[in-house]
């Protein structure tokens, strides 16, 4: 059983776009776990100089584990779910701008996963405003 199964059984599922929700949740989660690796990565490499996408990685990580956490419980909470998506939109768009910049697999790997959460997420929202 995964989280779509989970969801589809929620007691407010009328209230959300199951598909865009889910979809936005994992992605978020993914690239918690890309951001969390590359920064790890990164630590193995010349850490003094990779200090800024580590930060980012990191920041970027804790983020979008918190927003996956909070998309999985998806009660009615007015409109804070929305701007933590939208803040996660906003870190996820400068951690892959940050990491897009070093040749090595691990940051365009991270760069892949961050530019998804953040299109996940803005449809998400737009989802939500239609």
């Known amino acids: 059983m995964g989280l ?3 969801l ?3 007691p407010d599922k009328t209230t959300f776009d199951l598909a865009e929700l889910n979809r936005a949740a994992q992605a978020a989660m993914e690239c918690s776990l890309a951001c969390s690796a590359c920064a790890d990565s990164d630590l193995g ?3 003094n100089s990779m200090a800024t996408c580590i930060r980012t ?3 970027c990580a804790d983020l979008c584990a ?3 956490k909070m998309l999985a419980r998806p009660a ?3 409109d804070a779910w929305q701007k933590v998506v939208m803040a996660c939109v906003a870190l996820c768009a400068q951690c892959a701008n940050e990491c897009s910049q070093h040749d090595d697999r691990c940051c365009q790997q ?3 996963a961050c530019r998804e959460c953040e299109q996940a997420c803005q449809q998400l929202i737009a989802a939500a405003q239609s």
């Open 66 to 68: 918190m927003t996956a």
């Open 45 to 47: 490499r010349d850490a």
């Open 8 to 10: 589809a059984d929620h």
């Open 57 to 59: 990685c990191l920041d």
């Open 76 to 78: 009615p909470r007015g």
């Open 4 to 6: 779509a199964d989970i």
């Open 110 to 112: 991270c760069a892949a």
